[in-house]
Every structure is written in C-alpha cells, then in structure tokens.
C-alpha cells in the first residue's frame, strides 16, 4: 500500500461519506502506519482516511506535528465527537487544500470517542487546538470540509485559492491522474 497518497480538493474521495471499519486486521494497520508517515511528510497536524482515497473511518493525528513525540500521536477508528463545549474562532489549514488558511470556528472542547488499533473503546477530551483538529478530521469521515465550516469573508478570500485547485485538478485529469467527476 506504499502507492497511497493525498488527494486534493477537488477530488470526489473528500466528499464522500465513509463507512464504520467492522475489523481490525493487519491492512489496516499498515494503513494508519502509512498515513502518519504522509501526515509527517506534509508537515499536518491530521489526517482522515478519505484524504488517501480509502473508503473507511480512521483518521490520524498528531496535535504536536512532531514524528519523534510519538506520544501524542493517536489512530482513531470509527470516532464519534460525542460532546462539544465552548466556541472559539482560530486559524485552520487542511493537506487536501495547500497554502490555504482561513480562520474557522469550532467547539472549544470536544469529547471524542473510538477504538484504538487493538480494538478497544476509548475516549479522550481535547481542548483548544487538539480539540479543533479532532472536529476537523471526523468531518472529513462525513465528507465535510473546513470551507463548509467557513464564515463568508473567509470563504471570500478563499476564492481564488480554489479555484487555483481545482485547475490544477482538472490538469490532473488530462494528464489521467484523477479519476473522472464521478469515479470512486
Ligand atoms: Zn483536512
């Protein structure tokens, strides 16, 4: 699975709604192992299972951003926010969407349950930037993006950058790098 990589924004895998994992077998072990190396190599924070491209609840993160604190580093399958507190406005970027920041408003605190690679049920409370990345990566299990959650200034000032995506995009697709519109 070493051909793994992150798709941009427009590619159809980043709207689409992805299903619960039923098992936890050694794919998908190699799966979370290869996203964390690909969120590293990009310098994110997260990143979701339908940013490679699988059709499946797992994302990765890391808030520190720093391979060698493997400490912070957490695998999330099926995760659920199961309580939000607070709201507060911040900076946020995405590595389906380089060189984009806008600021997003999100839930202060965030509860989030799921299970770990080995299966069992846990919870974690988050806060500030932890808890904003949780709430961006689980959106991305649900095809939602952080443009969806922009304000419309942000969204505004974010015009120009997506379209610049999206021709980039469709370059892709002449060249036969992305799928076309609808493929899966
Ligand atoms: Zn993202």
Redesign the pocket.
Same mark, same amino acid.
């Given at each position: 699975m070493s051909d793994l990589k992150i798709v941009r924004y427009p590619h159809p895998a980043l709207r689409a709604k992805v299903t619960p994992l039923t098992t936890i077998d050694k794919q998908v072990r190699l799966h979370a192992e290869k996203m964390l190396e690909l969120m590293y190599e990009a310098h $994110?924070l $997260? %990143?979701?299972a339908n940013?490679v491209a699988l059709p499946y609840q797992l994302i990765v993160v890391n808030p520190t951003g720093d391979p060698e604190q493997k400490e912070f580093e957490r695998v999330l399958i099926n995760p659920e926010i199961i309580e939000k507190k607070g709201s507060i406005e911040g900076e946020e970027?995405? %590595?389906? +969407?380089p060189e984009l920041y806008q600021k997003v408003r999100r839930a202060r605190t965030c509860k989030v349950r799921y299970f770990n690679l080995e299966g069992l049920e846990m919870e974690a409370e988050a806060h500030e930037l932890a808890s904003r990345l949780f709430q #961006?990566?689980v959106? #991305?299990l649900h095809g939602v %993006? +952080?443009i969806d959650k922009m304000g419309f200034l942000a969204r505004r000032s974010s015009r120009a950058a997506l379209e610049e995506l999206e021709r980039q995009y469709r370059k892709g697709q002449e060249r036969g790098e992305n799928p076309p519109e609808m493929a899966l």
């Amino acid at each position: 699975m070493s051909d793994l990589k992150i798709v941009r924004y427009p590619h159809p895998a980043l709207r689409a709604k992805v299903t619960p994992l039923t098992t936890i077998d050694k794919q998908v072990r190699l799966h979370a192992e290869k996203m964390l190396e690909l969120m590293y190599e990009a310098h $994110g924070l $997260g %990143l979701a299972a339908n940013q490679v491209a699988l059709p499946y609840q797992l994302i990765v993160v890391n808030p520190t951003g720093d391979p060698e604190q493997k400490e912070f580093e957490r695998v999330l399958i099926n995760p659920e926010i199961i309580e939000k507190k607070g709201s507060i406005e911040g900076e946020e970027g995405c %590595l389906s +969407f380089p060189e984009l920041y806008q600021k997003v408003r999100r839930a202060r605190t965030c509860k989030v349950r799921y299970f770990n690679l080995e299966g069992l049920e846990m919870e974690a409370e988050a806060h500030e930037l932890a808890s904003r990345l949780f709430q #961006h990566e689980v959106d #991305h299990l649900h095809g939602v %993006l +952080f443009i969806d959650k922009m304000g419309f200034l942000a969204r505004r000032s974010s015009r120009a950058a997506l379209e610049e995506l999206e021709r980039q995009y469709r370059k892709g697709q002449e060249r036969g790098e992305n799928p076309p519109e609808m493929a899966l």
